[in-house]
């Protein structure tokens, strides 16, 4: 968020880091002579502090605001974290990461962009395949991957494959050069490989979406405005949201996007806390096709590239429609100066149906309340694909995340009228690997106090006999989840599988703990590669729906810090081997979810949206339905 430059005795422990603190982290380390000239700053954020500093906080006390500076010292692979103190301009600590790697650069990947068309082998392959003009090529660096192959080794590397566009706003993805690999060393700015798997004709069809191209457009559809004449109901301050009784402070991450802060529920006169901060904190992409082409491809979207790096800036009308307040983000270059991305978050309401409703016939009484949400969002393009990632805010407590995936399916070229296994055909002469989009969400609940136990809750059918005489019965099992190899939970859609985080020490007027229940609101696959596979030991989190730790302020990714590269193990397997108790403490919640994609012909040339996400809804949080005092809309016909 733009917070004004130079406050710091006004900031909130929470506010995003200003462009001026963000130059000034990156000028102390500087001048402390840790960095060279060949160094590149990877990122720059707000080293977010404790939990206990940001309920200790009272509006006006100081804050020493301090900053976490990640930096490539050169072509090595060891990398550099520093902490600033932007306060005082102090640094307060550097340490070294030794063999490992950071998210892809935009820099190093220009680089590959730039330096492979002018490679004689490149060259050579592309006119094996008719294409004499190597300027006429997009070329997708990806995350490389972690295979044990010689060439990885020590370097920081990607995998580069290319496309053909005749012209500049053409649909590369239409035309998929098969077979070409190059493999680029980013630390030396060289490339180091291109294989060539085998010619493949080129699809025929251009694949454009682009107005001009698709022929006559609709024209029965008339306008449709939401207008609100009064102005939203939200406030804004910084960026602290309160929109009917909710409140929370609103965060952005190069990695993980928007992220939300104590988020709380105001109920007579007191602010319960709910969630102190949620996030997606990783998503993989693995696809499911075994050939030379396309089995290493499994993008590491928020670790490898970086969903807030990624962030569109919103158009009103375009992006989001209504009466709109965006936030904009202040992130770091690689030289360690600050870039806006301006209008990065949109936030509005919406009319969402209806919230409750009963006709009652007897007493001839009709009440019904409109439902309305507040929709906080950002989207992120990844190379072919975009994901937009919506977190809803509900007028009866509830609190849901919904991603929307479109953008361009994965492509490659098949010969004509060859049908594949692990692909299907979307258009002549092209198809689509099946893949997976697998997300992790990392909940860090605080229900209503820190004390938090997670249950497995679930319909149990009770064998017909004395107790169930009719056969009709089944009841609720609930299982307290303790440890965290308990926690580790698939869901199952036929038992009504869900989870749900209690307070005991908080009890509602029936004499129950108080709680929040994560509902998975569509079905979602765990990851389907083999155990044994690369990705299924980088992407552990994807092989379970649910995991449970307690509360460790530096766990924050479920795939590690730097799963770039990385040969896995990292993030939630390794912390949960220790197996800690997880009842009756402070508790993070890691939910992975997502969808299996088998691509079909209306996914292209742009795939309408696909959706993916879950629900948080109070279980016993309230005493009663917490909407009730909603009034009934204002319009004459509802009387
Ligand atoms: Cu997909």
Known sequence: MTAPSGTVSGSHPLDSLSGDEIRRAADALRASGQLDGHARIIHVV????????????????????QARVLAVPGASLDLLEAVVSVTTGEVRSVRTIEGMRPALTFGESLDAILKLPKHPEWQAALRRRGIEDPARVQIDPWPAGSFG??????????????????????????????????????????????????EVPLPPERGSYLPADVGAMRDDLRPLDIVQPDGPSFVVERNLVRWQRW???????????????????????????????????????????????????????????????????????????????????????????????????????????????????????????????????????????????????????????????????????????????????????????HHQHLFNARLDFDVDGTTNTVCQVEAERVPTGSENPLGNAFRQKVTVLATESDAQRETNAASSRHWRIVNPERLNRLGSPIGYKLVPTMS??????????????????????????????????????????????????????????????????????????????????????????????????????????????HTEHCE
Request: glycine share 10%; with cysteine.
């Open 46 to 65: 707000l080293d977010e502090p404790d939990k206990e500093s940001v309920k200790a906080y009272r509006p006006g006390t100081p804050v020493d605001r």
């Open 149 to 198: 192959l010689d060439l990885e080794d020590g370097r920081r590397i990607s995998r580069c494959i290319a496309y053909l566009r005749e012209s500049p706003t053409d649909n590369g993805y239409a035309r998929p050069i098969e077979g070409l690999i190059a493999f680029f060393d980013g630390g030396a700015g060289e490339v180091i490989e291109v294989q060539d798997y085998g």
């Open 247 to 433: 409140s929370f402070r609103v965060g952005f991450d190069p990695y993980e996007g928007l992220i939300l802060h104590t988020i709380g529920y105001e109920d007579a006169g007191r602010v319960r806390p709910i969630l102190h901060r949620a996030s997606i904190s990783e998503m993989v992409v693995p696809y499911g096709d075994p050939g030379q082409m396309h089995g290493w491809k499994n993008a590491f979207d928020a670790g490898e590239w970086g969903l807030g790096r990624m962030a569109n800036s919103l158009s009103l009308g375009c992006d989001c429609l209504g009466v709109i307040h965006y936030f904009d983000v202040v992130l770091a270059n690689e030289q360690g100066e600050p870039y806006t991305i301006a209008n990065a978050i949109c936030m509005h309401e919406e009319d969402y149906g209806i919230l409750w409703k009963h006709h009652d016939m007897h007493g001839d009484t009709n009440e019904v309340r409109r439902s309305r949400r507040l929709v906080v969002s950002f989207i992120a393009t990844v190379g072919n694909y975009d994901y937009g990632f919506y977190w809803y805010f509900y007028l009866d407590g509830n609190i849901q995340l919904e991603i929307k995936l479109t953008g361009i399916v994965s492509t490659m070229a098949i010969e004509p009228g060859t049908t594949p296994t692990f692909a299907n055909v979307i258009a002549p002469g092209l198809a689509a690997p």
């Open 524 to 633: 979602t696959p765990t990851l389907l590669a083999q155990p044994e596979a690369s990705v299924a030991q980088r992407a552990s989190f994807a092989q379970h729906n649910l995991w449970v730790t307690p509360y460790a302020q530096d766990e924050r990714h479920a795939a590690g810090e730097y799963p770039n590269q990385h040969a896995g193990g990292d993030g939630l397997p390794r912390w949960t081997a220790a197996n800690r108790p997880i009842a009756e403490r402070d508790v993070v919640v890691w939910y992975s979810f997502g969808v299996t994609h088998f691509v079909r012909p209306e996914d292209w040339p742009v795939m309408p949206v696909e959706y993916t996400g879950f629900l948080v809804s109070p279980f016993g949080f309230f005493d009663r339905n917490p909407a009730l005092d909603v009034p009934p809309p």
